[in-house]
């Protein structure tokens, strides 16, 4: 009787042990380090070659965007008529600053979180223009084969891209 008794507890311990660690473990969920597949249409390299009125405002960007699946790389190259700052950093009025992280679409919406970075694509903690992160807020407008047509939330210029290149996502593995 004292065998059976202690048999009992015994498995009546084990059988808990063995539904929390089910329980435990099929709470988790593995998370990929794959790219997810991104927006179809988007894939590939987007340049913006003008800008409206450019000969007569003082200062403004060119944006060059590559899409990789579900990652951005962006390339913004600024030009000032008037030195905003002497410095360098600035040749004479015309610099390039390179940003990467992962990009959405919701609804009509661009929505980028990325990080500036070397144009080598290592992120930059000091140095010249900006740094820490590029969190544009885009307004889709327009999409074709061929063109985007973008607003930022916060500027009256219009960001109007052709596509140079598609390419076709095969999802890597990021770290």
């Not at 997810?36 to 450019?54: A, D, F, R």
């Not at 985007?148 to 890597?172: A, D, F, M, V, W």
Request: hydrophobic content about 35%; overall charge positive; charged content about 20%.
């Amino acid at each position: 009787m004292i065998k059976s008794k202690a048999n009992q507890l015994f498995l009546m311990r084990t059988s808990f042990l063995v539904m929390f660690a089910l329980v435990v473990l099929s709470s988790c969920k593995f998370n990929s380090n794959y790219q997810n597949e991104g927006e179809l249409s988007l894939q590939g390299t987007w340049i913006q070659e003008t800008v409206p009125y450019q000969d007569e405002l003082l200062n403004y960007s060119l944006h060059e965007f590559r899409f990789s699946c579900d990652s951005v790389y962006v390339k913004i190259k600024s030009f000032a008529k008037n030195p905003i700052i002497v410095d360098s950093c600035y040749n004479d009025g015309e610099w390039a600053e390179y940003a990467k992280g992962l990009y959405v679409i919701r609804n009509d919406s661009l929505l980028i979180e990325a990080t500036y970075t070397y144009e080598n694509g290592k992120q930059k903690l000091k140095g010249c223009y900006t740094i820490g992160q590029y969190l544009p807020r885009l307004e889709i407008r327009k999409q074709t084969a061929d063109s985007l047509y973008l607003g930022l939330k916060n500027s009256h210029i219009p960001i109007n891209l052709r596509k140079t290149e598609t390419t076709t996502c095969i999802p890597q593995i990021v770290y």
